[in-house]
């Protein structure tokens, strides 16, 4: 039993469940696309100094640039600054629960556009358990506003754009065989640097007066939730397979919601718990639904275990 990798399973869960709170005290002095930009800024440079010390970087990779750029809109900028707005909006337990359901947006993505995806009984209760569990924390019946639904549009967005990229990159980037780290520099590298171009830094600074805010957002946010988070993840892969790693999904859902209701004071409608209960249960199903017909018709057993790996990849 390798100790070492279930410690790290665990450390991983923890770090994206508490991505939100710390999103959320940035949103009080930032805007969502400034808070992205220094995720990137201090995530970058742990992952590239961990692909500098793997020599995984390579000049020839350069041939396959137009990939990288669609991964870094996808996987990072779009998807990061979905979810920081999405944050900005809702409570961070409401967001966080919300994000557990990636896998669902995910399975949506690869059945639509993937030929060797398909849907049986088992993953269309899963995926109609998951959606029932957003419908529960939108409550659009409400008339309250209690939760903006913006904010979930917001986080749906993020989940799909997110979703998209691993088919983008099942179709296009498996088959080229690049190391995961290589890629991960490439695509947080280039969502840097168009970030850069795209945001005013109008006001950033405002940030360094909450040491609160700005150390959540460059330690937590940036070296912990999105550098240290990839090598970690590579990290579980390599000792516990990738079928596995998919399991850290149900973690942050979880943290969030402890971290929001018992740290933040955010107070959860009763409906919210038994919407984390039908979205992690249907993420539950998809990956029963996926493992069995992976073992049922083995000419599908790469692309199972590698859609298993990729959807817990960014939660």
Not at 82 to 111: D, M, R, Y
Not at 175 to 182: C, E, T, Y
């Amino acid at each position: 039993m390798n100790k070492a990798a279930y410690l790290a399973f665990a450390l991983l869960g923890v770090i994206w469940g508490s991505n939100f709170i710390f999103m959320k005290w940035a949103t009080e002095d930032i805007s969502p696309s400034q808070i992205v930009l220094l995720r990137v800024v201090f995530g970058f440079l742990p992952v590239f100094f961990f692909a500098l010390a793997k020599r995984a970087l390579r000049w020839e990779h350069i041939r396959y640039v137009h990939h990288f750029v669609v991964m870094s809109l996808l996987a990072t900028a779009v998807y990061y600054l979905a979810f920081a707005k999405g944050t900005a909006l809702l409570p961070s337990s409401i967001a966080g629960l919300l994000s557990g359901a990636i896998p669902l947006f995910t399975f949506i993505c690869a059945w639509l556009f993937l030929s060797e995806e398909h849907i049986d009984m088992t993953k269309a209760a899963g995926v109609a358990l998951g959606f029932l569990g957003v419908v529960l924390i939108a409550r659009p019946w409400s008339g309250s506003g209690a939760i903006d639904i913006f904010g979930v549009a917001c986080m749906i967005a993020g989940s799909m754009s997110v979703g998209c990229s691993f088919v983008y990159a099942r179709k296009f980037i498996s088959p080229l065989k690049l190391p995961a780290v290589a890629l991960t520099t490439y695509q947080i590298g280039l969502a840097m640097i168009f970030l850069f171009l795209a945001t005013s830094l109008d006001g950033i600074g405002a940030v360094s007066n909450d040491t609160r805010a700005w150390t959540g957002l460059i330690f937590g946010l940036g070296v912990c939730g999105t550098g240290l988070a990839y090598v970690i993840y590579y990290y579980i892969v390599e000792n516990l397979g990738a079928v596995a790693a998919a399991g850290v999904t149900y973690i942050p859902p979880v943290v969030a919601l402890v971290i929001g209701v018992f740290l933040a004071g955010e107070v959860i409608h009763p409906l919210g718990y038994l919407a984390m209960v039908f979205i992690l249960s249907g993420v539950a199903l998809l990956q029963y639904g996926s493992r069995r017909a992976s073992v049922s018709i083995p000419a599908l057993k790469p692309f199972r275990s590698r859609s298993a790996e990729v959807a817990s990849k960014e939660s």
